[in-house]
Structure formats: C-alpha cells, structure tokens
C-alpha cells in the first residue's frame, strides 16, 4: 500500500550527513546515516531527546552544502588517542588498567588549548585506585591514566582551524 502511495520520502533520497530532515515539524539536522545489511534503516540527528528518528518518521529531506557537509564530518571526527605522562594523570600497567572493571574505564577526550589539539585519553574512576594512586584525591571522580609499559604517544599540536578552549 505504500508503495502504491510513492513509497517513503527517505527511501528515495541519498541521506547524507549534514541534510536536513523535517520530521513532527521541526527541521533536524543529520549527523549520521545508520545502515544495516547496506540499507538505510533511521537517521541520527541534532534532536535533543530523540536523536535516532526512522525513515518512516521523515516527511521533507534538504541535501546539505558541500560546507555543511565538511562540518558535519569534522564535529563528528573522534579526536586521536594520546598516552602521555603528565604531573596530574595516574601511571598504571597494561595489566593494571585491564584488571579495573569495563564499566569505570575508558576515553575521555580532552579539549584543545594553546598548545596541543584535541585527543582522548585513557580514565578510570578514582574507587578502583588506591589512596596513593590517586594522591589521596576523592573516589568518586575520574582519573586521567598514563600506562607506563604502553608506547607513548604525544597529543597532537594544536592546527588553526581547532578552536581554543576557553576557560
């Protein structure tokens, strides 16, 4: 019957990254296509509470500009990862690290500044650490960690498109 109708909008449509969609209303912007088995299956968008919408919930779709496109990708580049020793981050092993619980480790990415650009580095919540570890510092927060028998890997330096963190 639906397709005796015209068929869905999205379907008949590229979706791309940086498009616009009309959906309830509201003109969303597309940050990701999501596909599976190669199909199109929903959209995520800039929607605050809903972000993943499906095709079927797409009534309009705007392409994008070649410059919305290209901002789209670089707000949506996962920053590199860095493994670095700094005064204020805690020194762990490979073994160490892979002993705290999944749940309360992982990447957090830290802004660009002055000098270096955006990258992430490795954390773990301050509770699975000794006192000393964490310089007698509270549990409940996260630790920023240097794994001492990893290759280092220094961030990157900051290029001139990176915007600077203002504090």
Not at 4 to 22: F, I, M, N, S, T
Request: with cysteine; aromatic share 8%.
């Amino acid at each position: 019957m639906l397709d005796e109708q015209g068929g869905l909008v999205a379907q008949k449509v590229d979706l791309q990254p940086g498009g616009r969609v009309l959906v309830r209303g509201e003109w969303l912007t597309i940050l990701r296509v999501n596909k599976r088995g190669g199909t199109t299956n929903s959209v995520t968008t800039n929607c605050r509470f809903v972000p993943v919408r499906t095709l079927d919930e797409i009534k309009e779709y705007q392409p994008p500009t070649p410059e919305v496109a290209a901002a789209t990708a670089a707000a949506m580049a996962i920053p590199p990862a860095a493994n670095y020793p700094r005064d204020d981050f805690v020194q762990l092993t490979k073994a160490e690290y892979a002993d705290k619980p999944s749940d309360y480790r992982g990447f957090k990415t830290i802004a660009a500044d002055d000098i270096h650009g955006a990258h992430r580095v490795k954390y773990v919540f301050g509770s699975f650490l000794t006192p000393e570890q964490r310089r007698n510092g509270p549990a409940h927060q996260s630790y920023f960690v240097f794994i001492t028998d990893d290759k280092r890997k220094d961030p990157p330096p900051r290029t001139a498109a990176q915007p600077v963190l203002q504090q």
